[in-house]
């Protein structure tokens, strides 16, 4: 009942802390982009692009060493150029869309796969994601232009500066710790490639899906697949977090259908609703990955709402393209190069019993290298709880035989922390 109880308060705070990360970003890159427009004339697309790197950023930069931050921060600025030239390709039609999909598919490829390399290499592919992201949901036009691209750029960099100025006054940046790898299910290939080709390839066949069902909104199939494939941790994973992502969009555009129609195009209003969702989201995440779905579903639903594009007849083809989205995802992970969560909870669970052992073992007291060891090894495999969880609740899969075992490798790596005062060891889902 005591670790039940401590969990309250634990969550509560994690809550409050990933509204106020997200939050002390996203306004203030507003405010200066609003600042800009006094002298210039940004777009409103490079806005809405400083708005939700902001919203992702955070996140991002506390996953990664001090050390790689350059070397991400110079990523993504590349990155958000080459992800927006692409989603314009999608707007503009023809042969350019085929190419805009194509690089999307190679950018949801290089995400996952350089990651495997680790150091800088991770920091890079992490940002990667966050660009591909927001360039997606920024709605781009189908003509392209110098001045865009240099305020798009100025969009990336203003976000960049408020994010990284956050995480200095929050407490500096996090040390180097080894990474966990996945689970090698063959010695030819390994399953960050394996992961890279299903993210290019569901990415690729979301496009051609779209362009044959509904030619004029081809970025949420391709959104979802890559949200849904993005960071996974196997297939079962995958299910998981497409079956959120499902219900949280279902979720979130029963709110807008509501609610959307409230306000005319371009009412401030809407932007303040907005805001408010983007906060309800940041608190909400540390709770699952549903909640975060459905604030942002409905968020973007009143974005586009203020920009004129609203009605239920939009809000059911996002919904379909979202569906489209996600079987794509989830068939990929089981019949291309399929990776078994099972094979990597199993993994992970090695890695936090032998990082527990050598910590019991120092006889002259615990060293910090083996205690950020542990403590990495554990925030590996607390991110497969929900997946094991999931499976256990419904009784499906064999991953679900593994959930005791994560608890018992969980309760036994506190107990080899707790000399050392460890603090909240099971991360934010």
Same mark, same amino acid.
């Given at each position: 009942m005591g670790d039940q109880h401590r969990e309250i308060p634990r969550a509560l705070? =994690?809550?409050?802390?990933?509204?106020?990360?997200?939050? #002390? #970003? @996203?306004?203030?890159?507003?405010?200066?982009? &609003?600042?800009?427009?006094?002298?210039?004339?940004?777009?409103?697309? =490079?806005?809405?692009? =400083?708005v939700m790197l902001g919203l992702s950023l955070p996140r991002t930069l506390d996953a990664m060493a001090g050390a790689d931050r350059l070397w991400a921060s110079v990523a993504l600025v590349l +990155? @958000?150029?080459?992800?927006?030239?692409?989603?314009?390709?999608?707007?503009? *039609? &023809?042969?350019?869309?085929?190419?805009?999909?194509?690089?999307?598919? #190679?950018?949801?490829?290089?995400?996952?796969?350089?990651? /495997?390399?680790? *150091?800088?290499?991770?920091?890079? *592919?992490?940002?990667?994601?966050? =660009?591909?992201i927001a360039a997606l949901v920024s709605p781009m036009s189908a003509s392209i232009s110098w001045k865009l691209v240099l305020w798009l750029i100025v969009a990336a960099l203003c976000a960049l500066a408020w994010a990284l100025a956050m995480s200095w006054l929050a407490g500096g940046t996090p040390t180097d710790t080894p990474e966990t790898s996945q689970a090698e299910t063959n010695h030819r290939m390994t399953s960050s490639t394996k992961m890279a080709?299903?993210?290019?390839?569901?990415?690729? @066949?979301?496009?051609?899906?779209?362009?044959l069902v509904d030619q004029r909104h081809l970025v949420w199939p391709i959104l979802t697949a890559f949200i849904v494939l993005n960071n996974n941790r196997g297939r079962g994973d995958v299910l998981l977090k497409g079956t959120q992502r499902l219900v949280g969009a279902l979720i979130g555009t029963a709110v807008a259908t509501l609610l959307v129609g409230l306000w005319p195009a371009g009412d401030a209003r809407s932007v303040i609703v907005i805001f408010v969702l983007i906060a309800v989201a940041s608190a909400l995440r540390p709770f699952g990955y549903v909640y975060w779905a459905a604030c942002v579903t409905? *968020?973007?639903?009143?974005?586009?709402?203020?920009?004129?594009?609203?009605?239920?007849?939009?809000?059911?083809r996002r919904l379909l393209g979202i569906l489209i989205g996600g079987v794509i995802a989830i068939a990929i992970t089981w019949v291309l190069l399929p990776v078994k969560t099972t094979d990597v909870v199993r993994l992970?669970?090695? +890695?936090? /019993?032998?990082?527990?052992?050598?910590?019991?073992?120092q006889g002259d007291g615990p060293k910090p290298a083996q205690i950020a060891a542990l403590r990495e090894a554990v925030h590996q495999l607390s991110a497969m709880l929900p997946t094991v969880r999931a499976a256990r609740v419904l009784g499906v899969g064999p991953a679900r035989a593994l959930a005791p075992i994560v608890d018992e490798t969980l309760a036994l790596a506190s107990g080899a922390l707790e000399p050392a005062s460890a603090n909240n060891l099971t991360p934010d889902p």
């Open positions: 705070m =994690a809550s409050l802390r990933s509204m106020l990360t997200t939050m #002390v #970003v @996203v306004l203030p890159a507003f405010w200066t982009m &609003g600042q800009l427009a006094r002298w210039w004339t940004p777009p409103l697309v =490079a806005v809405i692009m =400083a +990155a @958000v150029v080459v992800a927006s030239l692409a989603s314009i390709g999608l707007a503009a *039609g &023809g042969w350019w869309r085929v190419i805009g999909g194509l690089g999307f598919a #190679v950018l949801a490829g290089m995400t996952t796969w350089v990651r /495997r390399f680790h *150091g800088p290499w991770k920091a890079i *592919g992490l940002i990667i994601g966050v =660009a591909l080709i299903q993210g290019a390839a569901a990415i690729a @066949v979301a496009a051609g899906a779209a362009q409905a *968020g973007l639903a009143f974005l586009y709402s203020f920009l004129g594009q609203g009605g239920i007849d939009l809000l059911a992970r669970i090695g +890695a936090v /019993r032998r990082a527990s052992a050598i910590l019991a073992a």
